[in-house]
């Protein structure tokens, strides 16, 4: 498939990381890792930001890069587009209905040069044992990272393979009823019966505690 013209520029019109860092509220390694992967995705895919359902996400890390995901590709978890199943690894399929391709991208950080002295300072953050020294240190090794992942060259962070699997079905509209339990509004196909009532999933499963 060749790229037209008016495909190409969609290219300018995708957030910014800037903006992705506003709408994940720090900037840090993870979320360039997403912007990465967005962006090859919408380019290899030759899709601009979507319409409704046109383009599907199935994430499996739940972590910061999602938000980059959801920010350029307009995949985002209220629509139903963006699928996570977290499996703690940073890989990302896409599927776009109206192109019928997919693809899965992988993210290969390699070994960072600092990998293990961020990995030591990392801990001494977390458990509050750094010093201010090594809290400078930690900060200036994870801008560094953070601007290598953005700057490296794509086949040297992601690896993009088309796939032939089929995109998830599409959000479906439930109809709602009431629980019989709390009395609030639920979408029909998530509650559960127990004892002939219709019951929401937190109040079965208070009954069901009771009961243990
Ligand atoms: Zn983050
Ligand atoms: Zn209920």
Known sequence: MCETGERTSFHQHYPSFEACVAFHGHACPGLATGYRVATAAMRSLGVARPYDEELVCV??????????IQMVTGCTAGKGNLVI????????????????????IVVSRGTMPDQSEM????????????DSREHARFNMLKQATLERILTAPEHEILTINEIREKPPRKARIFKSVTCARC????????????????LCIPCAEATQRKVQ
Do not use: P, Q, W
């Open 59 to 68: 994430a499996e890390t739940d972590a910061c890069g999602v938000d980059a």
């Open 183 to 198: 009395g609030e509004s639920v979408a029909d196909a998530k509650t559960r019966v127990i004892d002939g009532s219709r």
């Open 119 to 130: 990995d030591t300072l990392r801990n001494k953050v977390f458990s509050g044992t750094a």
């Open 85 to 104: 199943h977290d499996y703690g690894k940073h890989a990302f399929s896409f599927f776009s209905r109206e192109g019928r391709r997919a693809i899965r």
